[in-house]
């Protein structure tokens, strides 16, 4: 049994424990084709990437992409994902992280926007699947903000005080999901987003998992 007002993470996924940078930025670049704009670089990727998505794109494009263009890029982009994912792996000192956190008697899950019937066997297959009490990745539409699947995630652990929880992740949004959820952030700064771009959400910022996993302790200590 979990004790009731124990520390947890809300580890996210992409970008985070799982480091698919090369993959996310190839499909990216697979779907910018399909309208003929230029590819991106990963720094230029993490100066503009935002959630929703179709913001993002109107960043680069300078207005939404149609309802149509986003169809196309959308599958395109998870097409392409999907093929050169098998190229990633974990993020460095993922596994002693996460056995580290649970030795101690602390408990952890995941919270992932990626497509839940393709993170479930990706985690399965990494063979950490056991330090989660709950894998839960997106089963709706994709492009969409993380705040209210944090909110039910939460919900469906139950006892879990949201004020002893510290969600870890790489971009603002895991932040903003967070706060709406009454929950805390740390953010990672080896994934989607720059150091500048984060240090404005109002959460700690750190360029390592190790450093992260230190200041969830301390704000829950």
Known sequence: MRKHGSAHIVWDWNGTLFHDNDAIIGATNAAFAELGMEPITLERYRALYCVPVP?????????????DEW?????TFHRYYT???TACGLTAGVEALLAD??????SQSIL???G??????LVRGF???PHFIRVEGR??????SKAEHMVRHLAALAGLEPSRVVVIGDAADDAVAARHAGAQAVLYTGGSHSRSSLEGVGAPVVDTLEEAVVEAERLVA
């Open 112 to 114: 992932s926007m990626y």
């Open 127 to 129: 063979g950490i699947e």
């Open 139 to 144: 089963t709706g539409p994709s492009g969409g």
């Open 55 to 67: 913001k993002f794109y109107e960043r680069l494009l300078g207005r939404l992409p149609t309802d």
């Open 83 to 85: 093929q050169h994912r």
């Open 71 to 75: 169809l196309v890029m959308d599958e």
């Open 116 to 121: 839940h019937e393709e993170l479930v066997p």
């Open 101 to 106: 956190w649970g030795s101690a008697g602390r």
